[in-house]
């Protein structure tokens, strides 16, 4: 009978529009009747312990939900049993994959808890919880609901600061704190407030202080005020620095890594970027900077320094990582045949936590002269029988290889500031396209000059020799005349000059939701740094990311460039391809493939059959532009329904618009902006966000000057037409542009 009469009153609760004095005399009812049994439960819920240990099958939220869904399954520990394959699939293949959740009654009381805070963090307090746990219907296990009323949203009407007055101003911490008068009293921004407070006096020396903290609510009148007393304590300097468990690393190289030194007050700001600068060195695995225990004081709290001030020990405790490093693969590629790399990293080079790395990468290996014979079985693509011109077999035949050496001294003159040298040479080759030899190096001094903000200056000089087809020099460069085509197969010095500056205060969790970046650079380069190519360079990226409500974000992005100096051909001052802009990829224009926006040139190349015979192939290339724009804005936010592994990712709506031309009187000098709509999604992974973008292109291929290559395999100079585009689908789906890659987009 008590069975049966609980289970007719559980019914009933569900079935009414449940107030407080009926819910409280409902469980009263069932705790009578339990307590008519045989036997009396003991623990959280007792009503509920005939269900105790069984499978969870659903678990849902009824009742006037002022917080949203999702965010209350986030906090509660009660969870449905499910089948999940890596956390992804929604199936099972046997037991594998199966997630089963128990129903555990101490749980679910303090779930009852967790979910009035979740309320309280929203303003709502009074909020009233009832959980109900009922047999599933049709399989084994129980579904659990929790029966939510909240209260009224409360409204601070009084906030009160006091005992910081001697060390910050109480207007600058009123502005400063979350909490505001005629707001609602959220007691996350409560608990932040009292944290603002603290804070603020650590980081002005005071290592002791403390915040009470009271806040009072009328229930009646749904207002609270709130009054936070500030205890600094003493202002604390630093009297001595101990470090510990260095072994390879002196000490010396350690303090130039602090960012707090003996005698500076003792700011919770600068301990903690001293642990993010000792981070920054490789050969520190762990690092951690904080006050020393009592026992480890150099100067006691006895002996203070006077009677406002006293003297502090700061204890650094790191851990080392292994001073040497070295990696090694071998693998297959159609164009690369075989290919090898290796590299060796020492992580104290010469002490000083210097950072030595040296690589090396050997490709074509079984085609490229000397090692090769290959040619007509691993690797098939360099065939000597499909080879058209003298140039394919010069290219196919090279080895390509590459040596580089790259070393970072981690500070000079201060803690801001590093400097970095490599240097490298190198054969790279691309079939049926040029190969390169090149050899130079690089030396670069970067500076933080604000937090999170980098300026840096770099200086690379750069010898190299391309050898090609007629047709790559038209393509690459737009040179198409053999005498200028002959200049650029010389050995040319290509030496630049950069400056930039950065800074990165994005919010990350790992999807973007708030901060902002931006990063603009100066490139030049002239015959004054003993450059055959003359230009000068300016480029501008920045980027938004603001919250508009219940985790949808909005991301805007503005970039954009141009070349004061230098122009696109020439024996002296044209620009080399890879300083110039090109539109089009997952970060650009996404309604345009990689490079596919922009200044383009067309080849019509003949190319031999099996049978002796020749097919045409028209070969599209970018050449890139003078200037360039590009505009996106994009909204984000979680799926608030279906299966968890999709509400886990994150979704988009984007728009983006760009274009890049040419300074010259050409189609690409008059071309419109381009603006293409697309959706997206975005997984997190790993090794950063995984994103899949669908754009939509309403414009079809950018339109170009068209060359020939007559039948012995030699560029035509002047273009066959001067306008080509080739002839594409106009079917809805054939606009559509995927576009697949790490990393965030804005």
């Not at 079935?15 to 004095?21: I, N, Q, V």
């Not at 207002?223 to 007393?229: D, H, S």
């Not at 600068?270 to 695995?285: A, C, I, K, P």
């Not at 100079?717 to 106009?730: D, I, K, N, Q, V």
Request: with cysteine; proline share 6%.
């Amino acid at each position: 009978m008590p069975h049966a009469l609980r289970h007719a009153v559980r019914l009933l609760l569900r079935r009414l529009s449940l107030r407080p004095a009926l819910a409280v005399g409902a469980l009263a009812v069932l705790a009578a009747c339990a307590g008519s049994g045989g036997g009396v439960a003991t623990g959280p819920l007792p009503q509920f312990a005939e269900f105790e240990g069984q499978d969870v099958r659903s678990v849902k939220f009824e009742g006037e939900l002022v917080v949203p869904e999702d965010s209350l399954r986030s906090v509660v520990t009660t969870r449905p049993s499910r089948c999940r394959i890596a956390g992804l699939l929604p199936f099972c293949i046997g037991r594998f994959g199966d997630e089963s959740y128990a129903l555990d009654l101490g749980v679910l009381s303090r779930d009852v808890a967790r979910i009035q805070l979740a309320h309280r963090d929203a303003g709502y307090y009074g909020t009233r919880v009832l959980p109900l746990v009922d047999p599933a219907v049709g399989e084994d296990g129980v579904d659990v609901v929790f029966r939510v009323e909240p209260g009224d949203l409360t409204t601070l009407t009084g906030l009160e600061i006091a005992g910081a007055e001697a060390v910050v101003d109480t207007a600058v911490l009123m502005r400063r704190v979350p909490l505001k008068v005629g707001e609602p009293f959220r007691r996350i921004d409560f608990l932040a407030s009292v944290d603002t407070v603290r804070n603020t006096l650590l980081n002005e020396g005071h290592a002791y202080a403390q915040v009470l903290r009271n806040y009072e609510i009328d229930t009646i009148a749904d207002v609270a005020t709130v009054r936070l007393e500030a205890a600094p304590g003493p202002l604390v300097t630093v009297d001595s620095i101990i470090f510990s468990g260095n072994y390879r690393l002196d000490a010396e190289t350690l303090r130039r890594q602090m960012a707090v030194q003996v005698g500076d007050r003792l700011r919770a700001t600068q301990l903690v970027r001293s642990q993010r600068n000792l981070f920054e060195l490789e050969l520190v695995r762990f690092a951690a900077v904080e006050v020393a225990p009592e026992r480890l004081q150099v100067t006691p709290d006895s002996l203070e320094l006077d009677q406002d001030s006293i003297g502090s020990t700061v204890l650094v405790r790191i851990v080392e990582a292994p001073r040497y490093a070295a990696e090694m693969a071998i693998g297959y590629g159609s164009r690369d045949c075989v290919r090898g790399e290796a590299s060796h990293l020492d992580r104290n080079f010469l002490g000083g936590a210097r950072r030595l790395e040296i690589t090396g990468l050997v490709a074509k290996v079984g085609v490229g002269d000397p090692l090769n014979g290959l040619e007509k079985s691993a690797c098939p693509a360099f065939d000597p029988d499909s080879r058209f011109t003298p140039e394919d077999s010069l290219i196919a035949d090279q080895l390509n290889w590459r040596l580089a050496a790259n070393f970072l001294q981690p500070r000079l003159f201060g803690t801001q500031t590093s400097v970095v040298l490599s240097g490298f040479t190198e054969r790279i080759s691309e079939l049926d396209l040029y190969v390169r030899d090149a050899s130079g190096g690089q030396v670069g001094v970067v500076r933080q000059i604000l937090p999170q903000t980098l300026a840096s200056l770099t200086f690379e000089v750069q010898r190299g020799r391309t050898r090609a087809s007629d047709y790559f020099f038209c393509v690459a460069f737009e040179v198409c005349s053999q005498e200028d085509i002959a200049l650029l197969e010389e050995s040319r010095w290509s030496n630049s000059a950069t400056l930039g500056l950065s800074q990165s205060r994005v919010r990350l969790d790992p999807f973007p939701s708030g901060g902002h970046s931006f990063r603009a650079g100066v490139d030049y380069a002239s015959a004054l740094l003993g450059s055959d190519d003359e230009y000068l360079r300016l480029s501008a990226d920045g980027i938004v990311h603001r919250e508009l409500r219940n985790d949808v974000v909005l991301s805007l992005r503005l970039a954009g460039g141009t070349f004061l100096t230098g122009v696109l051909t020439g024996d002296r001052g044209y620009i080399p391809p890879e300083r110039r802009f090109y539109g089009g990829g997952p970060t650009g224009v996404r309604g345009f493939r990689f490079n596919e926006l922009g200044p383009t040139v067309y080849i019509a190349r003949p190319r031999r059959t099996a049978d002796d015979g020749f097919i045409v192939d028209t070969i599209r290339s970018s050449t890139g532009g003078t200037r360039a724009l590009l505009a996106s804005a994009e909204v984000t936010f979680p799926l608030r329904a279906g299966p968890q592994f999709l509400r886990n990712a994150r979704y988009a709506a984007f728009i983006d618009a760009g274009q890049v031309w040419e300074s010259r009187d050409s189609l690409a000098a008059r071309a419109p902006l381009r603006f293409t709509p697309g959706i997206g999604a975005r997984f997190a992974s790993p090794v950063g966000p995984f994103r899949l973008d669908l754009a939509y292109n309403p414009y079809g291929a950018v339109p170009g000057p068209l060359y020939g290559i007559n039948e012995r395999g030699e560029l035509v100079p002047a273009p066959l037409l001067r306008s080509y585009r080739p002839t594409e689908g106009r079917g809805f789906l054939r606009r559509l542009v995927v576009q697949v890659s790490l990393g965030n987009a804005l």
